[in-house]
């Protein structure tokens, strides 16, 4: 809960402590200081760019060998290989992992218990660093805590029977409930018995009676769709929106972001199946996620949240490779910018240079 009441706050900051100053010459060398996307040097041999990532619906990219925004899709993303970074609001990510197709690679040099973790100015060269410490993006599943493993002496897997509140792939409401794992091996859940509440008029009402469908994971990846109440054969998922989710071992992976173009999303409110009668409208829907070496909410964010309901970025020191063994140093210096007088969130302000 405490997450989700810090995702909404983070959704609409307006705090002025932290920001810079709305002057003409950025925030410490010269260049341009306008509310766009904007690049200038840092006046000793480095840069600093300012980043449009207020969206909170698709992802700001940023190329380092280029100095420049790339203007793509999220879709188009996954196999472009001329972007470095993106950020949609305080979420980033990098190409490389489940990301992208550039292998990009990144170390947070405060991880690794760098002297100079925090001193941008005094990282002038790679650092030995051992090859286990080099992080690509990795997938932060949205529909999470669904099974326990009971460990020994019965290693047995057992559904945790918590009800989630789902967005289909078309936008529509479902609720659901895995009231049974069956038939479960090494590398996959076997048999889901699931128990599920359809609106297929759009509506949000939940209280209509419930159905069931078994489904069958242990041949590989398993689609499921509410709209025809059970499994469905998909050719190829990151076009098709006739799936919700599928179940790959013993994930859960929704149709949207990272694994399809769908609408799919998920909740999962402290009540009981019976109890939730309808269907939240807007946040706090959560999608599958890419955590990368700027971390995630819950995992090593490259911010504080402050006693204000600020941003304050930690300042740490990140060593990125890039295609063709290319390393950059980049840091993020802050969150804010001034428009007009008034402070505004998701502006963030980087500094890079290559090594």
């Known amino acids: 809960m405490r997450n989700i009441l810090i995702a909404l706050a983070l959704s609409a ?24 996307d904007s690049t200038w040097s840092d006046g000793s041999g480095g840069y600093y760019v300012r980043l449009n990532a207020t969206s909170s619906s698709s992802f700001r990219y940023y190329d380092l060998a280029n100095r420049q925004v790339v203007s793509i899709t999220d879709a188009e993303a ?35 218990g760098h002297a100079d973790s925090v ?10 660093i051992d090859s286990s410490a080099w992080e690509s993006d990795r997938t932060s599943y949205a529909l999470v805590d669904w099974w326990i493993y009971t460990g020994p002496p019965a290693h047995q897997i057992l559904p945790s029977r918590k009800v ?44 209509g009676p419930a159905r069931w469908s078994n489904l069958d994971c242990s041949s ?30 013993f994930d859960i992976k929704l149709n949207s972001s990272l694994h399809g173009r769908g609408q799919a999303a998920v909740f999962a409110p402290d009540t009981t199946f019976d109890a939730l009668l309808a269907a939240p409208i807007g946040p706090p829907y959560a999608k599958d996620g890419a955590i990368s070496v700027f971390g995630s909410l819950e995992v090593n964010p ?12 930690k300042n740490h020191v990140y060593i990125l490779q890039a295609s063709g063994g290319v390393h950059y140093k980049v840091q993020i210096t802050n969150y804010y910018l001034v428009v007009s007088g008034s402070p505004q969130s998701a502006w963030l302000t980087m500094r890079f240079r290559r090594l």
């Open 164 to 207: 989630y509140v789902l967005k289909t792939a078309g936008g529509k409401y479902a609720k659901m409930t895995i009231d049974s794992i069956s038939d479960y091996g090494r590398s996959h859940v076997g048999t889901l018995a699931i128990k599920f509440v359809y609106q297929a008029d759009g509506s949000a009402t939940l209280s």
């Open 302 to 313: 490259w911010f504080n949240y402050g006693a204000q309901h600020e941003l304050i970025s």
């Open 13 to 36: 900051l307006f705090f002025a402590v932290g920001c810079e100053k709305d002057d003409s010459t950025g925030p410490t060398g010269p260049g341009p200081y306008t509310p766009s």
């Open 119 to 128: 001193n941008f100015d005094a990282v002038t060269s790679v650092p030995a």
């Open 78 to 112: 996954r196999t472009n290989n001329i972007w470095t970074f993106a950020f949609m609001r305080y979420s980033g990510k990098t190409n490389g992992g489940v990301s992208g197709s550039s292998d990009v690679r990144a170390v947070d040099l405060a991880r690794i």
């Open 220 to 249: 590989g990846t398993a689609y499921f769709s509410f709209a025809t109440g059970g499994a469905v054969a998909i050719a190829d998922p990151m076009t098709s929106l006739d799936w919700d989710f599928q179940v790959s071992g």
